[in-house]
Nanobody, 123 residues
Framework: QVQLVESGGGLVQAGGSLRLSCAAS????????MGWFRQAPGKEREFVTA????????YYADSVKGRFTASRDNAKNTVYLQMNSLKPEDTAVYYC????????????????WGQGTQVTVSS
C-alpha cells in the first residue's frame, strides 16, 4: 500500500539541471520497481525511466539517455531522477510510479502513482 509524493520540480533554463525526488511510505518499498513518467500539455503520458528493486538495473527512454539518471535509496524510501542538459521539450508534469514484479515500460502496469511535479524548461 505504498504512497508516493514527488518533489523538486520547477522552472529552469535550457541546459540547466533539476533533481526530482519521490518519497514513498508504506510497506515493502524495496520490493517495487520504480518508474518515472511524464505528460506534456496535449500529449499522452510517456515512459521516462525505471529502476529495479536492487538499484542495479536502470532503463531509459531514448529521448533522455545520457541526460537523466535514476537512482534509489531504499533505506530512505526515496527514488531520484537527476535531470541534466534540460531541453524545452522536457517540459511536462513528472510522475513517479511503482509496480510489483519485473520492469515495464507500460504505464498501465504500474499500480501506484504520485501526484506529479511540474518541470518547465524555458528557452
Amino acid at each position: 500500500q505504498v504512497q508516493l509524493v514527488e518533489s523538486g520540480g520547477g522552472l529552469v533554463q535550457a541546459g540547466g539541471s533539476l533533481r526530482l525526488s519521490c518519497a514513498a511510505s508504506g510497506r515493502s518499498f524495496s520490493s517495487y520497481v520504480m518508474g518515472w513518467f511524464r505528460q506534456a500539455p496535449g500529449k499522452e503520458r510517456e515512459f521516462v525511466t525505471a529502476i529495479t528493486w536492487d538499484g542495479v538495473g536502470t532503463y531509459y527512454a531514448d529521448s533522455v539517455k545520457g541526460r537523466f539518471t535514476a537512482s534509489r535509496d531504499n533505506a530512505k524510501n526515496t527514488v531520484y531522477l537527476q535531470m541534466n542538459s534540460l531541453k524545452p521539450e522536457d517540459t511536462a508534469v513528472y510522475y513517479c510510479a511503482a509496480k510489483g514484479g519485473s520492469f515495464s515500460y507500460i504505464a498501465r502496469f504500474y499500480n501506484k502513482w504520485g501526484q506529479g511535479t511540474q518541470v518547465t524548461v524555458s528557452s
